[in-house]
């Protein structure tokens, strides 16, 4: 059975800092590709950032140089550091493996301006 768990979201001032982790089981998780997705409220879900089996990254443009995804392999774990955080980056975050098409229960980030 493959899950996701999520931890690391709050309530931060605009500008500070968190970092999502998230830990995943009953996987490959060296094989598969990994991804955030936020969504906040009255708005559809959007990926945020994505990692692949080989390392490699991409961003949404609404937070390239500010977020920075990784995955530490021998942990089973992908992260988001989140930086320079904005009110308009308040969302629920959510770990997906894109290859096992599973989510995780989400964490509530919130942004105060």
């Known amino acids: 059975q493959v899950q996701l768990v999520e931890s690391g979201g709050g309530l931060v001032q605009a500008g500070g800092s968190l970092r999502l982790s998230c830990a995943a089981s009953?996987?490959?998780?060296?094989?598969?590709?990994m991804a955030w997705y936020r969504q906040a409220p009255g708005k559809q879900r959007e990926l945020v950032a994505r990692i692949f089996s080989g390392g490699t990254t991409n961003y949404a443009n609404s937070v390239r140089g500010r977020f920075t995804i990784s995955r530490d392999n021998a942990k089973s774990t992908v992260s988001l550091q989140m930086n320079s955080l904005k009110p308009e980056d308040t969302a629920v975050y959510y770990c997906v493996s894109l290859d096992a098409n599973v989510w995780g229960q989400g964490t509530q980030v919130a942004v105060s301006s």
């Open positions: 009953g996987i490959i998780f060296s094989a598969n590709n």
